[in-house]
RNA sequence: GCCGGAAUGGCGGAAUUGGUAGACGCAGCGGACUCAAAAUCCGCCGCCCCUAAAGCGUGUGGGUUCGAGUCCCACUUCCGGCACCA
């Protein structure tokens, strides 16, 4: 073995600097197909270019870049790419701000942001990478949308959206503040326009069955996305109605057709016909239809509101009894989901109770609960349980399915009802009316209506020097951009401005990724090779809306002929958790609230460590904790990782971030944690200089360090394995702790034992890895060196020691023979417990094999 | 409101299937080195208790078990998602 001097201190910016240009040099991170070696595609989800990394990328990538480091050196082919989600609203709230063209923001930040990445040391295949504002990748979003919409898998139809009357523009969710606009305060108003779709529910029968088939997901995930998608079945049922003289049925889906014979009124929505007509020539009615229209768009909100409603003056006929049922306008139902009607069943709904007790509605009981007969106030859960039917004529002893069977046949006969599947799943609104997006390739014609943009003239691109003001899409009031030609007729026609919802940019980025730099096509064969990504990592809050979206896109491309044999885009998931900080605020003398800044507040704690006080260094000033939360700029909490990468470098940085937490938990964030983590590198930098210094040594190798150092490499193969990455971390520190204590540093055991540690240590710091193994004469490049596997022998011990308990309570420890039988371990065990046994009884003695004894008297 | 998670010392966390609760680290306390400080090294460190023994202890209240952080039931608080933030 060969080794080069080294420097007396740990200098991280050097030794990185070194590292990170040996891999360019080398070209260590290029993928290549190989269709003769096994490939691992491993993806972390891709950033929005906000302008500078935050924590929870580094978090992201760092989990990333462990997993790929370690796959590499155990032979695999890997791919690991990087690109940016580049369209968005908050490049168009910069340029208001600043006047800059959103994609000249996007661009600068871009180039920042990777500089960061680069800095970090992650194994980045910068050869592949993309941003989702080039023409040259969101032609490819217009050229599948042309080929949904003439399949019918992309359609128009009306959505509600919020509706800034002030600004006269739309306004996205997080743009609504309590009911009003985030910039002119009016009152949010719903609209419906016309938008385009994409018809999602036609898979909904696969996007739920193929969750079974992928056992690398969480199960928490795939539940989410099961309820989401939220198969049901039940019955739809019709009421007949007259309405101007014109006999019209209306229509409602419920799983309870079970309780149809306690229905006591029907509920529409506000949209509804039937609340429409009424309205007419009712202004009461008509005031309340207004003010549903008014208000939230969002579920989460249209959830918490009073259930209000009012009757129409209008009656259908029950389908069974033929009585006279009221219909109501209520504000809980909603037009998008079913036929926007209910019908109302007052003991078995909750809602339903609550709703006919307080607008004093009949409520019959029809089924018998757990709770009993009747349905006294107040309500009980028991209530909407399945039971037997009663109070229901020729149904009464059925049980919930005989009664739904029963039901259904009667409806069907009638005409009036059949028995229907149907999903929670509504199909996926694409349309945004606004700039910074892929635009929609449409064209609309007087004569032949909605035409699709040809694929000669794909892209249709979006003009890049823009400046939004505010008031609604600047891509409208470009004529040069919307006036055109029907490329069916060829007569004036008008371009569509709205652009693509950002998803559909993120829906199937992974396989662009595998097919780089395409021209032709959107993808090619090298994707068969790449596809599906083997591990996929990102945040929870992905689990249902990102990861659910790319999954129908994977079917629609796979419908299209592009990558046919593959259906699912990601084999395995592991989502992170969140980076959370302190925050610490105090209230200045206007009663407003000041967040100071956690690196700016110095803290007194008591004897025990106990947080006693907390200053502002400054001025001295009592600053009150506000508690662990998400890092944003209003707390004024936020940790920027450059500056952490400039003090104590990459390396640092990036063990901390794994040794602190789980990757799927949240992490919060301790500046204190980081210097731990500091000193760890620079404990790991003085034992290799004490080991550069020694006269190399044959002989026995220690034979305790060898059996530490291979029990916790075996425990931390199998936490790599789970990816359970900080008790990796740890296991780096035992090692390190058990190499020190060795009497010998000299011993063979230490030399193994290092190059155990540096293998084990380097997909987390791989810039330290890299010089210790070349400067202490391991080899050539870490990365080049295999994985290191425990060593079965080193495992074996002579002696297995016993927890001994008595009566389930532990009372100490025997060591006994690895030979030693069941008999002989009992015989010790009592033998050590003579003080709590003495002299009575033992009942029963539980042995569990090479762990503990219990003895039960 | 609905769906999905989480809760363990002063703090982050560990405990593979029910089997020594608190690994590893941070903070704290005591000591060594130093003119001093930083850095480094050594020791202590769940609660109760003068100490030891005993006892108590994994959000709360019940239960199953020889044995529960881990399983079951009921609850509390916090976090994520709810279809136009990404």
Redesign the pocket.
């Known amino acids: 073995m060969s080794s080069t001097p080294m420097q007396e201190q740990y200098q991280p910016a050097d030794i990185e600097r070194a590292a990170q240009s040996f891999w360019a040099a080398k070209g260590s991170f290029r993928a290549v197909e190989d269709p003769a070696r096994q490939k691992f595609y491993c993806l972390s989800?891709f950033?929005?270019p906000?302008g500078k990394l935050h924590m929870g990328h580094v978090r992201n990538y760092t989990i990333g870049d462990v997993l790929t480091r370690h796959h590499r050196m155990k032979g695999l082919n890997v791919l690991q790419p990087m690109g940016w989600?580049a369209?968005?609203?908050?490049a168009e709230n910069a340029a208001m701000a600043n006047k800059v063209p959103p994609a000249k923001w996007t661009r600068d930040n871009i180039a920042y942001m990777k500089r960061q990445l680069q800095g970090l040391g992650f194994a980045l295949d910068w050869e592949r990478e993309l941003a989702t504002c080039d023409a040259s990748y969101y032609k490819w979003n217009q050229w599948l949308f042309t080929r949904l919409f003439r399949k019918g898998l992309a359609y128009k139809k009306t959505?509600v959206?919020?509706w800034d009357p002030v600004d006269q523009t739309?306004?996205?969710?997080?743009?609504?503040i309590e009911g009003r606009g985030w910039r002119t305060g009016a009152v949010v108003e719903k609209r419906e326009?016309p938008?385009y779709f994409f018809r999602?529910t036609a898979y909904a029968e696969e996007l739920l069955s193929a969750l079974d088939g992928l056992p690398g997901w969480p199960?928490?995930?795939k539940?989410?996305q099961?309820?989401?998608i939220?198969r049901s079945e039940g019955v739809k049922i019709g009421f007949p109605y007259e309405l101007a003289g014109e006999k019209r049925t209306l229509w409602v889906f419920t799983t309870r057709a079970d309780t149809l014979m306690g229905a006591t009124f029907c509920a529409v929505a506000a949209e509804h016909p039937i609340a429409t007509h009424a309205a007419k020539t009712n202004p009461e009615l008509a005031a309340f239809v207004e003010e549903c229209k008014h208000g939230a768009?969002?579920?989460?909100e249209?959830?918490?509101i009073e259930k209000k409603g009012m009757p129409t003056g209008i009656f259908v006929t029950h389908p069974l009894t033929g009585a006279k049922l009221e219909v109501w306008v209520g504000n809980y139902v909603l037009m998008g989901?079913g036929e926007g009607a209910v019908m109302g069943v007052p003991a078995h709904d909750?809602r339903d109770y609550a709703f006919a007790h307080k607008y004093g509605l009949a409520i019959p009981c029809v089924i018998r609960h757990p709770a009993g007969d009747g349905v006294p106030l107040p309500w009980n859960p028991a209530y909407a349980e399945h039971g037997t039917c009663m109070n229901s004529g020729k149904y009464d002893g059925l049980d919930f399915q005989q009664a739904v069977d029963a039901i259904a046949a009667d409806l069907q006969a009638k005409g009036l009802g059949e028995k229907q599947v149907q999903w929670?799943?509504?199909?996926?609104?694409?349309?945004?009316?606004?700039y910074w997006?892929c635009p929609i390739p449409i064209i609309h014609c007087p004569a032949c209506g909605d035409v699709p943009v040809p694929d000669a003239e794909l892209p249709v691109v979006l003009p890049d020097n823009l400046v939004p003001d505010g008031t609604g899409n600047p891509l409208a009031k470009l004529p040069s951009f919307y006036e055109c030609k029907c490329p069916s007729c060829g007569r004036p026609a008008r371009r569509e401005t709205?652009t693509m919802?950002?998803?559909v940019d993120?829906s199937w980025y992974f396989a662009r990724f595998a097919s780089a730099g395409s021209t032709d096509a959107m993808v090619d064969e090298r994707a068969r090779y790449w596809m599906a990504v083997d591990q996929y990592i990102g945040?929870?809050?992905?689990?249902?809306?990102?990861l659910l979206y790319s999954r129908f896109f994977q079917r629609a491309m796979r419908d299209e002929g592009l990558i046919p044999d593959i259906a699912e885009p990601f084999t395995n998931l592991l989502t992170q958790?969140?980076v959370?900080a302190e925050s610490y605020h105090l209230d200045n003398r206007e009663g407003r609230r000041e967040w100071v800044h956690p690196s700016e507040v110095d803290?007194e704690?008591?004897?025990?460590?106990?947080?006693t006080a907390a200053r502002r260094r400054s001025d001295g000033a009592e600053v009150t904790y506000g508690?662990?939360?998400?890092m944003s700029k209003s707390k004024n909490n936020g940790v920027d990782p450059q500056a952490l990468i400039e003090k104590y470098g990459a390396d640092t940085a990036r063990f901390f971030i794994i040794?602190?937490?789980?990757p799927?938990?949240?992490?919060?964030w301790?500046d204190?944690?980081v210097?731990?983590?500091?000193?760890?590198l620079?404990?790991l930098w003085?034992y290799a200089l004490k080991y550069s210094g020694r006269r190399p040594q044959s002989g026995q190798a220690d034979r305790a360090a060898r059996h530490e150092v291979h029990s916790i490499l075996?425990?931390a193969n199998?936490?790599m394995q789970?990816h359970?990455f900080?008790?990796v971390?740890?296991?780096c520190?035992?090692i390190?702790?058990a190499l020190?204590?060795l009497p010998d540093p000299a011993n063979p055991a230490a030399a193994e034992g290092f190059s155990i540690l540096l293998r084990l240590l380097s997909p987390i710091t791989p810039h330290v890895c890299h010089h210790l193994w070349t400067a202490l004469g391991f080899g050539p490049d870490i990365m080049q060196a295999p994985w290191p596997e425990p060593d079965p022998a080193a495992l074996e011990q002579d002696e297995i020691?016993y927890?001994v308990?008595v009566?389930?309570?532990?009372?100490g420890?025997v060591r006994v023979p690895k030979s030693a039988d069941r008999k002989a371990i009992e015989v010790s065990a009592v033998q050590s417990m003579q003080k709590y046994v003495a002299g009575q009884a033992v009942r029963?003695v539980?042995v569990?094999p090479g762990?503990?004894v219990?003895l039960?008297l």
Do not use: C
Request: glycine residues 10%; without cysteine; proline residues 2%.
């Open positions: 989800m950033p929005y906000s989600d369209f968005g609203l908050p959505g959206v919020n739309v306004l996205a969710n997080e743009q609504v326009i938008m999602i199960e928490q995930v539940l989410m099961k309820n989401w939220g768009v969002m579920e989460a249209l959830a918490q989901y909750e929670r799943l509504r199909d996926w609104g694409i349309s945004r009316q606004r997006g709205d919802d950002t998803f993120s945040g929870i809050e992905h689990a249902i809306l990102h958790g969140m959370l803290v704690r008591d004897a025990r460590g106990r947080i508690g662990i939360g998400t040794f602190a937490s789980p799927t938990h949240t992490l919060e301790s204190e944690g210097e731990g983590s500091y000193r760890f620079r404990r003085a075996k425990q199998y936490d789970r359970q900080n008790t971390a740890s296991a520190m035992k390190l702790n020190d204590r020691e927890v308990q009566n389930g309570k532990t009372r420890i029963k539980i569990v762990r503990l219990n039960v």
